[in-house]
């Protein structure tokens, strides 16, 4: 009876230990790392010039329950037609403002660069079946995300890309249904973010891959079982029909090849969509890691998969024409190098694993991130360091009214903090492209054109400048700008009568 009654009590106690042993397995240490890293890379990435829009914007839509189809922010595009094609980003990034202000902010910037970081961890880890080269590719990506991380839509569209090629890789490796979560992705991912085009040819490019089969020295494709290429089809299908979930219909689906094909001004003018130099970090680790995948496949010493190079293609090719892209290359090349170096490390054993050291560093990484979060103070004084704060109080003070000129990195801070006065220009470059007003900004601000003749055309009363503007040592000499203010980032001017 003793040992019978025993017995249920040495069960519990081995569940027991079998769930403090997977909650603190060295597969789960390794992504806490990662939730530290994350903090520590963004706590001083907080004011994006891009930020204060796109929170307004979630701010008007959560206000009115109306998602705004025309611009509604400046006075120079006459209320042209826009397309609000990361609405649903820009709501739960109010959303975050609301319940936390900056800090709730900041947090919504840990736990989306977190969440991404975790999900390229496990995305990696399966491809390689092997945790700590799982890891190792983790860090790639973060080492090419850093190039974007911020608070911005973009963060919630790359991590749904993360978690597409993780569908993907379980839909082909271990259920088929797994291919059903493709449509609802694509639903929410068309509203947050133009990269669900991405998304979409990256899925294609995995299904036109699929019925191939051949072998060419270390190049290798393999033909899918026909129900997985059945049930992927079925999918895709699916996620086309998706698509049209949005408020706008076919303009907000075609609207990342209108920023490729119809934005000529934006991609060569501004700086993220510039081409990346080989003199960036990220440009020569590109081409390091291009050239290793290579060359391992030369030696013999890995296969490269057909869908694999394709990917690899495509996102370089983003990358070196556009920097801001290189963040997606990490995304996509990051498995392929996990899977070609899963041999180099010894896997992951349960049975030699330490889950009270894990425990202990488990808990070092979460107080680390805990006390690495920037307090109030520190958030408001980076905003004040990047954004015109005391110009905006002294355009309030002095009641300065009429049309502004303000300079185009200030746009999105005046949209949030001087909501009463319109701007001339922001960072939202396509609205501005398609009406020319980005082209007569410009010529303006590169002194291409004669001064007075934009301000006089709009009838400009006053101009909010960078302190480094060209035009701050231009307007006292027309004769008809007074600097009416200025600090170590802005310079107000204002129209004065000509004598």
Partial sequence: MSAAGATPGRKSDRGVFKAFSA????????????????????????????MWWHLRMGEIVCATGHIPTTDIFSYTTN???????????????????????????????????????????????????????GMAGAMLIWFFATAGTAIRPQMIGYLLLTIELLLLHLGLTRSRRWFAALPPLFAIWVNCHGSFFLGLA????????????????????????????????????????????????????????????????SLKNVQEWMPLQITDPRGGALAAV????????????????????????????LALNHR???????????????????????????????????????ALALAA??????????????????????????????HLAGPMMNDYVFGGYLIWA???????????????????????YGRWATLESRPNELLDKYRVAFCLLSRDSPMVQVLPLLGNWGEAYSDNQSVIFVRTPKV
């Fill in 202 to 265: 990256t899925a294609f490019v995995l299904l036109l891959c699929s019925g191939l089969e051949f072998r060419a020295g270390s190049l290798a494709a393999a033909r899918w079982p026909a129900g997985a290429r059945r049930a992927l089809a079925i999918s895709m299908f699916f996620c086309l029909l998706a698509l049209f979930l949005n408020p706008v219909g076919i303009h907000q689906i075609l609207y990342p090849l209108d920023t490729l094909l119809r934005q000529p001004v």
């Fill in 369 to 398: 991130a805990y006390l690495a979060f920037p307090s109030s103070r520190n958030l408001a004084g980076q905003v004040a360091e990047k954004s015109p704060v005391k110009a905006v109080e002294f355009i309030k003070a002095h």
């Fill in 23 to 50: 909650i603190f397995s060295f597969p789960a240490m390794l992504a806490s790392l990662l939730v530290a890293l994350a903090m520590l890379t963004v706590r001083s990435r907080f004011d994006d010039p891009d």
């Fill in 79 to 133: 209320h042209h037609s826009w397309v609000p094609h990361e609405w649903l980003s820009q709501v739960t990034i109010y959303a975050a403002y609301e319940l936390g202000g900056y800090r709730g902010l900041m947090l919504w910037l840990c736990l989306t660069t977190a969440s991404l970081l975790v999900a390229g961890y496990l995305l990696c880890s399966l491809y390689a079946g092997n945790s700590k080269i």
């Fill in 324 to 362: 801001r892209m290189v963040f997606v290359f990490g995304i996509l090349v990051a498995p392929m190098v996990s899977r070609m170096l899963a041999d180099w490390w010894d896997g992951y054993d349960a049975e030699r694993d330490h889950p009270a050291a894990n425990a202990v560093l488990i």
């Fill in 290 to 317: 291009a050239a290793g995948i290579l060359l391992l496949a030369a030696m013999g010493r890995a296969e490269i998969r057909l869908q694999e190079l394709a990917l690899l293609i495509v996102g370089a090719w």
């Fill in 418 to 440: 001087l909501p009463e006065q319109p701007v001339f220009i922001d960072g939202r470059g396509d609205v501005f492209e398609w009406t020319s007003v980005l082209t007569d």
